[in-house]
């Protein structure tokens, strides 16, 4: 079974500042995809970002960037010039290529920024 | 207009009871997940359905059962609550079972049992 592990429970950064989430998983499948989430206080459940495993480029979406390193199977996602609405939980999460299992998710990162 | 909707978003029930949650989703996907999110705010896979058919049971006492009554609803009924069903429910969509594809959430019913 796959796992996902997050090993920072909270982080805070000041605003406009960069931040760094860590996100490791195990898997021994060659075919996945892992994905950033943000759950801010309203609790909806908010895409960020999305790897796919075969893609050796980091994905980009404007001032989110994901560093993944396949080998180590470590998926950071890093947040440029923080801003006050970045608030939230953050979850890492898992999914086989082929989908039949859904999400596996971490335990979360809460995310406090300083104003 | 909303993607993926639920009702009720909250429900205050006592032990013993038994209760449903609706989920509607107007995107036209072919996929629909339930999760679990507990008081640690981890969260779990309960079900998935692809075009109105189980696909994923994890686990899950068989108080908990979930039905598909067309591609656009996936409803829970859970039977005889206990207090340990204390959670936040999701319910998802996506196009399809590719790892790949987004899923849409919705907003959540938090469940709690007296």
């Known amino acids: 079974a796959q796992t996902v592990t997050q090993s920072q429970p909270e982080m805070s950064v000041q605003e406009a500042e960069t931040v760094t989430l860590s996100c490791t998983y195990d898997t021994s499948e060659s075919d996945y995809y892992l994905f950033w989430y943000k759950q801010p206080p309203s609790r909806q459940m908010i895409l960020v970002i999305r790897q796919e495993a075969y893609k050796q480029q980091n994905a980009t979406e404007n001032r989110f960037s994901v560093n993944f390193q396949k080998a180590a199977k470590s998926f950071s996602l890093k947040i440029s010039d923080s801003q006050l609405g970045d608030a939230a939980m953050y979850f890492c999460?898992?999914?086989?290529?082929?989908?039949?299992?859904?999400?596996?998710f971490g335990k979360g990162t809460h995310l406090i920024i300083q104003p | 207009d909303t993607a993926v909707s639920q009702t009720p978003k909250y429900l205050v029930t006592q032990m013993g009871n038994d209760k449903s949650i609706k989920c509607e989703q107007n995107?036209?996907?072919?996929?629909m997940y339930w999760y679990k999110q507990d008081s640690k705010k981890f969260l779990k896979i309960m079900f998935s359905?692809?075009?109105?058919?189980?696909?994923i049971n994890e686990t899950v006492p068989n108080r908990f059962s979930p039905k598909s009554p067309d591609k656009a609803h996936l409803n829970l009924h859970i039977n005889s609550l206990e207090l340990g069903d204390s959670a936040v429910y999701f319910c998802?969509?996506?196009?399809?079972?590719?790892?790949?594809?987004?899923?849409?959430f919705g907003p959540g019913t938090r469940l709690t049992v007296l």
């Open positions: 995107l036209g996907h072919d996929t």
């Open positions: 998802a969509s996506s196009p399809g079972l590719a790892g790949g594809n987004e899923q849409f």
């Open positions: 999460a898992y999914r086989s290529g082929g989908g039949a299992d859904g999400l596996t």
């Open positions: 359905y692809n075009n109105k058919e189980l696909i």
